[in-house]
């Protein structure tokens, strides 16, 4: 009874939403006739909208609703029928358990091509299960390098991995910052652990040093153990794989032990509230994020004037991200000529897209080719831009956004340190 | 040598936090048997009370050192409110049930607290501001600033202080009785009922005292940071002997000191092979060893089952 009047309500909302938007009135309106029926494409979309990142589970897919909304009111064509997407969004709690059976339920309700997960941990088991259905599955949010790594040809990624990310981190150091010792903290995550490793790999190749490496775990707060002995090790810079809830105590405990080597983080720092928590022991610290910053994306400004008038709330992370994962599908799905999974699949890795957040191309593996990676500086209780390494050059803001040389530091490039 | 010195600084003020917060299980443990799981959750509303009262009195130009003064005299009032309320809630009706029902109701109000808690602040992190005084002083080449020193004071002064109450006092001379046989010590004309309260009562203005102390330190609060504060102050009050006042400074002060030097000589001891992400191990191996040699924990001392 109950699901009979949900399904009566949502085909009549269908009907209504289909209406508004385009046109030449779309049917829509389940058992009605039709002259010429519309191309339906299913579109699954698994992000956590419960629990502590509800929120940007539900960023990511307010962004892939944008880009549903968008594309069903351009009334676009493919092979003669008109394209009508159809976003089914699950919550995966952020749990690799409920993450493999939200993948099952989308295997079963034959979805043409999932959005998602939006964490790493989810999204590699469901990897496995879409692999083995069939159908192609864009990330808008897993920078795991696993990830892509299994040759899964049904796994795509819009976002920046770590690999990436890790490599322009200690590139950076080595380079920019003339870090020639650095000690490396992690927090034993997958992320933490995941993106430390890649820095290392970096920083070593591009000549520094590493001293000292330490462990710390994702609730700790007090790290004056591993900092006095690094101390003693006097690195250049210290970096931390890790979130920001353990990055704001330890940038106050290096401080407060008399510590004067900078900080690098990598994206799980660099938030507002780690400045916020830090307070002044943030000031000229650097982090990275994969990216450019919104304001600087080709469809920025205007993707956060769409969002801002539709949901009324501020962007929180992965919405633009999302929003390019579908439209990337949708490109795929007109150049096939028709929606069903295995021609999506096909055309994904040809298929070319000027995006909201970069211009998206695949490379073999699945991972998003010239990835981007930005790097921050905490100034006056801000983070401001200091580099945007690879990518299209289409933030004017990095002017001086010159490849760092490897393993020729310029001793001129050292900021000013507090 | 400054390097060794500054871990044991580290130690030290490490410990001394892990006391403060073990003193409030030792003293309910001593009297009732009980643990009180939900005790590293007053610790939590503890912190976070006061520090939505520093944020009150942030406008008032009142010298710092006077607003953490009356910020902890809130939260004191908030958690001994608190911590009588649990007792009457969620221990005395259970008092002559078996052992593992309270056992359970404890974990059940723990988990009750975090979750009022997560949805009165949230769950982001909150930075505390720096009221008490912070300057950092050099000993022997290593770095030890006032906060820290506070908390060990602190720490031996709340030890102190309970010693004497327990030992001293006509109250504590009705705590040991009512802990020794609280039937007989009803018909010898003491109200256990009261003296539980009291004990609560006590217990949870220790806890506003850490909550306070530890998020000064650490300059940040948290919904959760009571949960594992809890436990490693749980475990060190094992270590100590649970039950025994002193006991549960020294052990958590030899914790504290075991973790630090755990985490900054694990790894040139072992020649790598271990990483400071064993000073957990570490910690929780030196308190199986001594368990296996002294059951009732380092100042514990063998006590008969009650009847």
Same mark, same amino acid.
């Given at each position: 009874m109950k699901t009979q009047t949900l399904v009566l309500s949502l085909s009549a909302a269908l009907a209504l939403l289909a209406c508004s938007k385009?046109?030449? #009135?779309?049917?829509?309106? @389940?058992g009605a006739p039709v002259a010429q029926a519309p191309l339906i494409v299913k579109i699954g979309h698994a992000a956590?909208? !419960?629990? #502590?990142?509800a929120h940007i589970g539900k960023d990511t897919e307010y962004g892939a609703q944008l880009a549903v909304d968008d594309v069903n009111a351009a009334n676009i064509q493919v092979g003669g029928r008109t394209l009508q997407l159809q976003l089914i969004g699950e919550d995966d709690q952020a749990d690799p358990k409920q993450g493999t059976i939200v993948a099952q339920k989308f295997v079963d309700d034959k979805v043409n091509v999932v959005i998602g997960h939006m964490n790493s941990g989810t999204t590699l088991p469901a990897s496995v299960t879409y692999a083995n259905a069939g159908i192609p599955q864009v990330s808008a949010?897993? !920078? $795991?390098?696993e990830y892509t790594k299994h040759?899964? /040809?049904t796994a795509f990624r819009v976002m920046t991995n770590d690999e990436a990310q890790g490599k322009v981190l200690g590139e950076f150091a080595a *380079?920019?910052?003339?870090?020639k010792t650095i000690a490396v903290i992690d927090d034993k995550t997958q992320y933490g652990e995941g993106i430390a490793i890649e820095f290392k790999k970096a920083a070593s190749a591009s000549?520094?040093? =590493? =001293?000292a490496e330490e462990h710390t775990d994702d609730?700790? =707060?007090?790290f004056a153990a591993i900092l006095t002995k690094i101390k003693a090790t006097k690195p250049d810079l210290i970096f931390f794989g890790g979130m920001d809830p353990q990055a704001a105590p330890l940038s106050m405990q290096m401080k407060k032990l008399g510590i004067k080597s900078i900080l690098l983080m990598g994206d799980? +720092?660099?938030? @507002?509230d780690f400045i916020k928590n830090a307070g002044?022991?943030?000031?000229g610290q650097y982090c990275s994020k994969p990216g450019v910053p919104v304001e600087k994306m080709p469809g920025g400004p205007a993707f956060i004037a769409k969002y801002k008038a539709k949901y009324n709330a501020p962007i929180q992370l992965y919405a633009p991200y999302a929003y390019d994962a579908v439209m990337v599908v949708v490109e795929a799905i007109k150049r096939a000529g028709n929606a069903d999974s295995a021609a999506i699949l096909a055309e994904l890795p040809k298929t070319a897209y000027k995006g909201v957040t970069t211009d998206i191309a695949f490379d073999e593996k699945g991972d998003i080719k010239d990835a981007a990676v930005t790097l921050y500086i905490a100034k006056g209780g801000q983070w401001e831009q200091v580099d945007t390494i690879? *990518? /299209?050059?289409?933030?004017?803001?990095?002017?001086?956004?010159?490849p760092i040389p490897a393993a020729t530091p310029s001793p001129a490039a050292i900021p000013a340190a507090k | 040598m400054e390097t060794f010195v500054q871990q044991l600084i580290n130690g030290l003020t490490l410990g001394s936090i892990y006391a403060l917060v073990a003193l409030g299980y030792t003293m309910v443990y001593g009297i009732l048997?009980?643990? $009180?799981?939900?005790h590293g959750e007053v610790v939590m509303i503890g912190a976070l009370v006061a520090l939505a009262a520093f944020k009150l009195l942030?406008?008032?130009?009142?010298?710092p050192v006077l607003i953490a003064l009356i910020g902890f005299g809130i939260a004191a009032m908030v958690c001994m409110a608190l911590g009588w309320s649990i007792e009457r809630i969620a221990y005395r009706p259970l008092? $002559? @049930?078996?052992?593992?029902a309270p056992l359970i109701t404890a974990i059940g109000v723990s988990l009750v607290l975090q979750q009022l808690a997560m949805l009165f602040w949230g769950r982001s992190y909150h930075a505390v501001p720096a009221l008490l005084p912070s300057e950092a002083h050099e000993i022997l080449g290593a770095r030890i600033n006032e906060v820290q020193i506070i908390i060990m004071l602190a720490a031996g002064m709340a030890m102190t202080g309970l010693i004497f109450l327990v030992q001293r006092s006509k109250l504590g001379r009705a705590m040991r009785a009512t802990a020794e046989n609280p039937q007989v010590a009803a018909l010898m004309g003491v109200d256990a009922n009261k003296i539980v309260a009291l004990t609560f009562v006590i217990g949870s203005a220790l806890a506003a005292l850490a909550g306070v102390l530890v998020s000064a330190n650490y300059g940040i609060a948290h919904y959760q940071m009571g949960f594992l504060l809890g436990l490693k102050a749980f475990t060190a009050a094992v270590l100590g002997g649970i039950g025994n006042i002193g006991g549960a400074v020294l052990g958590g002060v030899l914790l504290g000191i075991i973790e630090a030097l755990g985490a900054g000589y694990i790894g040139d001891l072992t020649g790598g092979v271990? +990483?400071?992400?064993?000073q957990d191990v570490f910690a929780f191996f030196v308190l199986i060893g001594v368990l296996v040699f002294r059951p009732s924990g380092l100042m514990g001392e063998k006590v008969s089952e009650r009847a």
């Amino acid at each position: 009874m109950k699901t009979q009047t949900l399904v009566l309500s949502l085909s009549a909302a269908l009907a209504l939403l289909a209406c508004s938007k385009s046109e030449p #009135p779309a049917p829509a309106a @389940a058992g009605a006739p039709v002259a010429q029926a519309p191309l339906i494409v299913k579109i699954g979309h698994a992000a956590p909208l !419960t629990g #502590p990142q509800a929120h940007i589970g539900k960023d990511t897919e307010y962004g892939a609703q944008l880009a549903v909304d968008d594309v069903n009111a351009a009334n676009i064509q493919v092979g003669g029928r008109t394209l009508q997407l159809q976003l089914i969004g699950e919550d995966d709690q952020a749990d690799p358990k409920q993450g493999t059976i939200v993948a099952q339920k989308f295997v079963d309700d034959k979805v043409n091509v999932v959005i998602g997960h939006m964490n790493s941990g989810t999204t590699l088991p469901a990897s496995v299960t879409y692999a083995n259905a069939g159908i192609p599955q864009v990330s808008a949010s897993a !920078t $795991n390098p696993e990830y892509t790594k299994h040759g899964y /040809k049904t796994a795509f990624r819009v976002m920046t991995n770590d690999e990436a990310q890790g490599k322009v981190l200690g590139e950076f150091a080595a *380079g920019k910052l003339a870090a020639k010792t650095i000690a490396v903290i992690d927090d034993k995550t997958q992320y933490g652990e995941g993106i430390a490793i890649e820095f290392k790999k970096a920083a070593s190749a591009s000549g520094a040093k =590493v =001293v000292a490496e330490e462990h710390t775990d994702d609730k700790a =707060v007090d790290f004056a153990a591993i900092l006095t002995k690094i101390k003693a090790t006097k690195p250049d810079l210290i970096f931390f794989g890790g979130m920001d809830p353990q990055a704001a105590p330890l940038s106050m405990q290096m401080k407060k032990l008399g510590i004067k080597s900078i900080l690098l983080m990598g994206d799980g +720092g660099c938030t @507002a509230d780690f400045i916020k928590n830090a307070g002044a022991a943030a000031e000229g610290q650097y982090c990275s994020k994969p990216g450019v910053p919104v304001e600087k994306m080709p469809g920025g400004p205007a993707f956060i004037a769409k969002y801002k008038a539709k949901y009324n709330a501020p962007i929180q992370l992965y919405a633009p991200y999302a929003y390019d994962a579908v439209m990337v599908v949708v490109e795929a799905i007109k150049r096939a000529g028709n929606a069903d999974s295995a021609a999506i699949l096909a055309e994904l890795p040809k298929t070319a897209y000027k995006g909201v957040t970069t211009d998206i191309a695949f490379d073999e593996k699945g991972d998003i080719k010239d990835a981007a990676v930005t790097l921050y500086i905490a100034k006056g209780g801000q983070w401001e831009q200091v580099d945007t390494i690879g *990518g /299209k050059p289409a933030a004017p803001a990095a002017a001086s956004a010159e490849p760092i040389p490897a393993a020729t530091p310029s001793p001129a490039a050292i900021p000013a340190a507090k | 040598m400054e390097t060794f010195v500054q871990q044991l600084i580290n130690g030290l003020t490490l410990g001394s936090i892990y006391a403060l917060v073990a003193l409030g299980y030792t003293m309910v443990y001593g009297i009732l048997g009980l643990i $009180n799981f939900a005790h590293g959750e007053v610790v939590m509303i503890g912190a976070l009370v006061a520090l939505a009262a520093f944020k009150l009195l942030a406008a008032t130009m009142l010298p710092p050192v006077l607003i953490a003064l009356i910020g902890f005299g809130i939260a004191a009032m908030v958690c001994m409110a608190l911590g009588w309320s649990i007792e009457r809630i969620a221990y005395r009706p259970l008092r $002559n @049930a078996p052992r593992l029902a309270p056992l359970i109701t404890a974990i059940g109000v723990s988990l009750v607290l975090q979750q009022l808690a997560m949805l009165f602040w949230g769950r982001s992190y909150h930075a505390v501001p720096a009221l008490l005084p912070s300057e950092a002083h050099e000993i022997l080449g290593a770095r030890i600033n006032e906060v820290q020193i506070i908390i060990m004071l602190a720490a031996g002064m709340a030890m102190t202080g309970l010693i004497f109450l327990v030992q001293r006092s006509k109250l504590g001379r009705a705590m040991r009785a009512t802990a020794e046989n609280p039937q007989v010590a009803a018909l010898m004309g003491v109200d256990a009922n009261k003296i539980v309260a009291l004990t609560f009562v006590i217990g949870s203005a220790l806890a506003a005292l850490a909550g306070v102390l530890v998020s000064a330190n650490y300059g940040i609060a948290h919904y959760q940071m009571g949960f594992l504060l809890g436990l490693k102050a749980f475990t060190a009050a094992v270590l100590g002997g649970i039950g025994n006042i002193g006991g549960a400074v020294l052990g958590g002060v030899l914790l504290g000191i075991i973790e630090a030097l755990g985490a900054g000589y694990i790894g040139d001891l072992t020649g790598g092979v271990f +990483g400071s992400n064993y000073q957990d191990v570490f910690a929780f191996f030196v308190l199986i060893g001594v368990l296996v040699f002294r059951p009732s924990g380092l100042m514990g001392e063998k006590v008969s089952e009650r009847a």
